[in-house]
C-alpha cells in the first residue's frame, strides 16, 4: 500500500516496471533504469525523473529537446529522493 504526502500517493508503479522486469531491452539513449515508480505529487519517476506524457514521447522528441529533458532529470531523480525520506515518519 503506498504512503501518502498531503493526500497524495507518494509511489504508482506503472506498466513500465512489468514490461521491464519480463526481459525487454532499454535503448542505449533512453535513460529508463527500469523502476518506473511516480511521485504522486510532481508526477516523475523515481528512476529517470520523466513524467509519463515524456517516457511517452521520447523516441519522437527532438534530439535539442530530448538532450535539454537530459540535463534536467538527474536534477528531478535527487529532488524526489530527498523529500521521500522526510515522509518515513508517517
Known amino acids: 500500500m503506498p504512503r501518502?504526502?498531503?493526500?497524495?500517493?507518494i509511489y504508482v508503479e506503472c506498466r513500465l516496471?512489468?514490461?521491464?522486469?519480463?526481459?525487454?531491452?532499454?535503448?542505449?539513449?533512453?535513460?529508463?533504469?527500469?523502476?518506473?515508480?511516480?511521485?504522486?505529487?510532481?508526477?516523475?519517476c523515481l528512476g529517470c525523473g520523466r513524467t509519463v506524457p515524456e517516457i511517452r514521447t521520447w523516441r519522437k522528441l527532438t534530439p535539442f529537446r530530448r538532450t535539454a529533458l537530459t540535463r534536467e532529470l538527474p536534477r528531478r531523480v535527487s529532488q524526489v529522493a530527498d523529500v521521500e525520506p522526510a515522509d518515513e515518519g508517517q
Open 4 to 9: 501518502n504526502i498531503g493526500g497524495y500517493p
Open 17 to 44: 516496471a512489468v514490461w521491464f522486469r519480463e526481459g525487454a531491452r532499454m535503448r542505449k539513449d533512453d535513460p529508463c533504469i527500469g523502476v518506473c515508480r511516480f511521485d504522486g505529487r510532481t508526477g516523475w
